[in-house]
């Protein structure tokens, strides 16, 4: 009886090992999302060109365009929503243009393999317009629809920013390609980076401090033109010849705004002692929306005045091209938590609702209040040039939608919802 035990679990030892190893062989076999792509030879694919799409111009439903619209029996996309997602992709980043009909256009890049394609917003229709893979992208800041900083961490978590350019396709080849990127490497560990104008500014840590430069997107002539005690800022670029610096973001540090003027390298200190202080300026300068914790207010700039607007973060809205009104993702029921660093560290994720505040006429509506079976959290929201559409990425899984905001009609929501009376500021403070 005992030899029948010890072969009875000899032999279940024995189908666990096994099914144990088998598991374990295709877990770390198996290709990982950003992984190198490979051709048949063994050569990866790391800024170099990978095999053509079979069909750059297909029309995108099932993956390619989970959520976008009404579809006939034969799967063709007959009725697109006002909210669509353009790609389930994770997405680094992306750029709104206009094509040469003038049509809305949005170029993104991948996370995973660094392609960048294109699409008409209003369309599905989609196009890679670079095979050139880099994986594992985590940022990347566009500096017109043909050029753009792509960033990442290397495998010794140093900060890569590459400067890359999109070369068209080549329309003389009998065999259709994609485009490709080329350029140059930026030097490492830039811990902040936008574009100014024909330039970029960038942020290194420099002992504790920090020091930001001023470049050709290149990297070349570069020059010094600010330095601060501080490591860490949040820098914008709301217009020609000034900056914003904002101080990091905490709910335990009273933060604080400043505007800086390339020219003279002047710093004005435009507000202080807000705790989780999130800022967004408009094109002018004149107004700045900012947010303590999720109390989001616009800061009158001349006037020292401040309205109480919306519950959200200032950086989850975006100033429309004339200044009139703001968009922003605004969170439905938010937990009760410190804000921003719960949010940033993904301890909690926001369901946005998106809505349009009117600055002029002091009211708020709701846009997105008809898809409330859809869980967005919106971040780097931007607008086309006409303000037809609101593109943003959502945080929960990095996909790339859009909202035509040129199909919404206008309806004013209840008083309680509407943008409050003006208030006093918090006023800056007088040190620096």
């Not at 904002?246 to 002047?266: C, H, I, W």
């Not at 804000?339 to 909690?348: F, L």
């Amino acid at each position: 009886m005992d030899n029948k035990k010890l072969i009875k679990n000899i032999i279940i030892g024995s189908i666990l090992i096994t099914l144990i190893l088998i598991g374990a062989y295709f877990y770390f076999t198996k290709p990982k999302v950003g992984d190198i792509v490979y051709d048949e030879q063994g050569n990866p694919y790391i800024f170099g060109e990978t095999p053509a799409d079979n069909n750059p111009d297909n029309t995108g439903n099932g993956d390619n365009i989970p959520y976008g619209g009404e579809y006939d029996d034969n799967g063709n996309l007959i009725n697109i929503n006002k909210l669509r997602q353009i790609t389930a992709e994770p997405t680094a980043g992306f750029v709104l243009a206009q094509d040469k009909d003038g049509d809305a256009v949005v170029k993104y890049i991948e996370k995973a393999t660094g392609h960048i394609y294109e699409t008409k917003l209003g369309l599905t229709n989609k196009k890679r317009i670079s095979g050139t893979t880099l994986p594992r992208i985590q940022d990347a800041v566009w500096l017109d629809e043909k050029s753009l900083i792509i960033r990442y961490l290397d495998e010794e978590e140093v900060i890569k920013s590459f400067y890359a350019e999109i070369i068209a396709e080549d329309q003389n080849l009998d065999e259709k390609t994609d485009g490709k990127i080329e350029g140059v490497f930026l030097q490492d560990d830039i811990k902040e980076l936008v574009k100014a104008g024909t330039k970029i500014f960038y942020l290194l840590v420099d002992g504790g401090g920090a020091k930001g430069i001023a470049s050709d997107p290149d990297g070349e002539n570069k020059e010094q033109i600010f330095i601060s005690s501080l490591g860490e800022w949040l820098v914008q670029r709301p217009q020609k010849g000034f900056l914003t610096f904002t101080t990091k973001p905490s709910a335990d540090v009273l933060g604080s705004l400043y505007f800086f003027d390339t020219n003279n390298e002047n710093m004005k200190k435009i507000l202080g002692g807000v705790r989780g202080l999130t800022t967004l300026a408009n094109n002018d300068m004149t107004k700045v929306l900012f947010s303590e914790n999720l109390k989001m207010q616009v800061y009158d700039v001349k006037e020292n005045k401040s309205s109480n607007l919306l519950r959200t973060l200032a950086e989850k809205c975006v100033w429309s091209v004339g200044g009139v009104s703001v968009y922003c993702g605004v969170p439905i029921h938010p937990e009760d938590t410190h804000y921003p660093d719960a949010w940033y560290k993904g301890q909690v994720s926001f369901s946005d609702n998106i809505w349009k505040i009117d600055m002029e006429n002091i009211f708020s509506e709701s846009l997105t209040s008809d898809y409330f079976d859809i869980e967005l959290d919106v971040i780097k929201p931007a607008l086309s040039l006409s303000d037809d559409y609101l593109v943003f990425i959502n945080k929960k899984d990095s996909s790339l939608w859009s909202l035509t905001l040129s199909m919404i009609e206008d309806v004013v929501v209840p008083e309680e919802t509407s943008v409050s009376e003006t208030t006093d500021v918090i006023a800056p403070s007088e040190d620096n």
